[in-house]
């Protein structure tokens, strides 16, 4: 009975590290191989060319041969990698969905040429104007997106001429491909690289640079010189990068010390080593739902057939646009949708957020409104829906409610009663005076 215990713990535990061997294993990517095609005459560069790859990933060279990696009948063979990526960063799961799945990670690859930095500021990376032995390879330069937007990856991956297994040498990662931000939040924008141990380039220095694009216009935020631990002289007030995490852990993470409009936008980090670079892509967006107010408020008294022009205005928010609607909660609870309203143009403000303005028109005598009731202005933007009410009016009826009818009744009530005390004070006075009146005679 031991020996059977023993046999099914083993056995428990064999199933358990099978199932997190498949679960944790690292996907088979197909990717598109992007390459121009030669030059034309005159030097113009022709047309890309796209190819579908296959890219076998592995953490670590277990003597798998090309054989093996049977390609489907829609790839060339010679668009068959082995891509060994030490880091595992590959083998994150946004990158291997479930079997069968229709989404699937976007995967690009292009050829990647070596060659010394052309920014002055990481110069001292590439000092010498000698091309090393090491650089005489296959190079290549993939950028992967995950399911979801869960990640960005771009790798500079390098193989011995004439092979297909690739080392990825360089990796830059992140982890917030889209970040949403309110107005006055700190913001962090992730970014971190990894550098293969193995490689001649580990310890020779590196820079990181970020920077801002928006509609064709962009601007350098930060850009730091990791080798000689200097920073650029052109840095965005309000943006810094953690030096000791950078230098300890690669985590070149952007800091904003305060969210505003002008944020929004595209950011780039790129890493550089001697030599080589690779860089991901962000983008911000700062969404700051809008602060509503009715004008009049409070509103005048109405009567039956009077018309009312309410407005109301939208402002402090972004991005553009903002959708209007107003409502109506009668005396009865039943809502009514209002739809007699029109919009002005939108308006800019100095720190870039925008206003915009609703005017409703209410005709009392065609909306049937009764007393009146709850008058909503309603506002839908991407940051979140704002609403915000004022209380209608309605007085001159020809018909009275039940409830006014009540407490005219009430009010009756009340008058008969006061009317009959004074009169029963008065008797009282006057009969008591009489009285005296006759004590006084017999007396």
Known sequence: MAELSTIYKLSLIA?????????????????????????????????????????????????????????????????????????????????????????????????????????????SLTESGLSPVYLQAEWFSSAFQGLNEQLGISTITRAPTGSKEHSVILSVTTKTVSVKSRLGEPVQLDCGFWINPSSPLYGAGFAVEWRYQFRGRGRLILAYDGKTDRLADTQEEGATLDFEALHEKGNASLLLQEAKVLHSGTYICTVYLP????????????????????????????????????????????????????????????????????????????????????????????????????????????????????????????????EDSMAMVGVALVLYGLIKFVSWTFTSSGSSAEADKQDKKEK
């Open 275 to 402: 030599h080589l670079l690779a860089q991901v892509a962000l983008d911000l967006e700062i969404e700051e739902p809008p602060s509503l107010s009715i004008h009049p408020s409070p509103l005048p008294l109405a009567v039956p057939g009077q018309t009312i022009n309410v407005q109301c205005e939208a402002s402090g928010f972004a991005p553009l646009p903002v959708e209007f609607s107003w409502e109506i909660k009668g005396a009865d609870g039943k809502s009514k949708t209002l739809d007699s309203f029109s919009v002005t143009g939108h308006r800019q403000a100095w720190d870039r957020t925008f206003s915009q303005t609703s005017r409703l028109e209410i005709d009392t005598s065609k909306l049937d409104l009764g007393r009146g009731g709850e008058l909503t202005c309603v506002a839908a933007h991407a940051g979140g829906t704002r609403r915000t009410s004022v209380t209608l009016n309605v007085i001159g009826f020809s018909s009275p409610s039940i």
């Open 15 to 123: 199933v358990t590290c099978f199932i997190q061997a498949c679960s944790s294993s690292c996907p088979v990517l197909e990717c598109w191989f992007v390459q121009e095609k030669a030059g034309r005459g005159g030097g113009l560069t022709g047309a890309t060319t796209q190819e579908k790859s296959l890219l076998h990933i592995r953490t670590e060279a277990d003597g798998q041969n090309d054989e093996s990696q049977r390609a489907p009948k829609d790839i060339n063979p010679e668009r068959v990698y082995s891509v060994i990526d030490p880091a595992g960063t590959l083998c994150h799961r946004s990158l291997n969905p479930p079997r069968g799945s229709v989404t699937k990670p976007q995967c690009e690859i292009n050829p990647f040429l070596p060659q010394p930095s052309s920014l002055d500021w990481v110069s």
